[in-house]
Every structure is written in C-alpha cells, then in structure tokens.
C-alpha cells in the first residue's frame, strides 16, 4: 500500500507564491516518477511538471519559468515551487507517482486526494 499526503494549497492573491509539497509513504522500492496535476473546474486535469528519475524535468507551457519541481529523495518527497501566481492558476493540484512497491515488485501508479489552490484578490 502506498499513499501520497499534500500540502501546502491555500488562497494568494495574484503575483504572489506557494509551495506545495506531497510525500510518499508505504511499501516503495523504488520511485520512477513524482509529479503534479491539477483540474480547474469546468475543465479535465492537466499536466503542470513531472521529475523523472530525479533528473529530467516536464513541465506545462503555461507554468514554464514560474514554476519549479524538486524533489528530496530521502524523504520520498516533490514539491512545487509556484511563482507570479495568476488566477488562472486556481485549480486543484493533485501529486502523482509511478513507482515500483516491494511487496510483489509491481509497477503503480498512485494519486494524491488533492489540494485547492486559489489565486485571487
């Protein structure tokens, strides 16, 4: 079993910044990828960043140079760095993972409940 705990979402007015972050917990043996999502109402989820094998970043168009993933390996943890927030940017954001789980060494890939980020003044 493996499970991904947010935080950091809440209201900030336009211009400003929040940090999310989401940790890993349970039978991980190794993690592939960590990354965000998010889902504005009205509209289908969409990529913001992803980080593979620690090393190689995706990120959306849209948050390109405001934003910024890292990830601390020790703590199975990602976060997300969000500048210049624009309301736009309001939305749900939810962690994902693709791992591999040392019970049976199986591929998953695991979600994150999500948390509420809203940009406005």
């Known amino acids: 079993q493996v499970q991904l705990v947010e935080s950091g979402g809440g209201l900030v007015q336009p211009g400003g910044s929040l940090r999310l972050s989401c940790a890993a917990s349970?039978?991980?043996?190794?993690?592939?990828?960590m990354g965000w999502y998010r889902q504005a109402p009205g509209k289908e989820r969409e990529l913001v960043a992803t980080l593979t094998s620690g090393i190689w970043t995706n990120y959306a168009d849209s948050v390109k140079g405001r934003f910024a993933i890292s990830r601390d390996n020790a703590k199975n943890t990602v976060y997300l760095q969000m500048n210049s927030l624009k309301p736009e940017d309001t939305a749900v954001y939810y962690c994902?993972?693709?791992?591999?789980?040392?019970?049976?060494?199986?591929?998953?890939?695991?979600w994150g409940p999500g948390t509420l980020v809203t940009v406005s003044s």
């Open positions: 994902n993972t693709k791992l591999v789980e040392s019970v049976h060494y199986k591929l998953l890939e695991v």
């Open positions: 349970g039978s991980i043996l190794s993690i592939n990828t």
